[in-house]
């Protein structure tokens, strides 16, 4: 087996190559989700949403209200993930810089749903960062198994198992 030269990257790419994307999006990932969550969660406890509906508040208004702002808040923590991987740490980022800014931002938005059923499912605080702590748990098991299994086993089936 013949292996061509790559059209991103190196043939021999280090671990930290292999786990940043990983970890770059499972950090946004779970920052949204736990903004959005409890942010909804602690203004319907508080009766902030209560309020809004006697007001005239229409739903509409207030998911878009929400929505942009925690985009807004987002896309500086977006920033700082992507400012700290590439320029502090200095993992290359291969391809165009909008595509990877486009696709984090995309992450994130899903995190922000998933942040919002979670918001719908738990009625206070202490419910909803159970959930998010379980999700947490989740995220450390999904790193040691998940986005460094693979390459591990690599080293496993072609040295040892392939003799």
Not at 1 to 28: D, Q, R
């Amino acid at each position: 087996m013949a292996f061509e030269e790559p059209v991103y990257g190196s043939n021999k790419p280090t671990f930290t190559e292999f786990m940043a994307p990983g970890v770059i999006l499972s950090i946004t990932y779970f920052m949204a989700v736990g903004l959005t969550a409890l942010s909804f969660i602690i203004e319907r406890k508080e009766g902030l949403l209560d309020r809004s509906w006697v007001a005239g508040v229409t739903a509409t208004e207030v998911m878009l209200a929400h929505v942009v702002a925690q985009f807004v808040v987002m896309v500086v923590q977006v920033a700082l993930v992507l400012v700290f991987m590439i320029y502090v740490f200095e993992v290359p980022a291969e391809g165009p810089m909008p595509w990877i800014v486009l696709l984090t931002l995309l992450q994130g938005i899903c995190g922000m749903a998933f942040g919002l059923v979670i918001s719908a499912l738990c009625d206070n605080e202490q419910v909803g960062e159970s959930k998010i702590k379980w999700l947490l748990y989740y995220l450390k098991r999904s790193i040691l198994f998940g986005y460094g299994y693979f390459i591990h086993l690599q080293y496993f089936f072609n040295n040892i198992c392939c003799k």
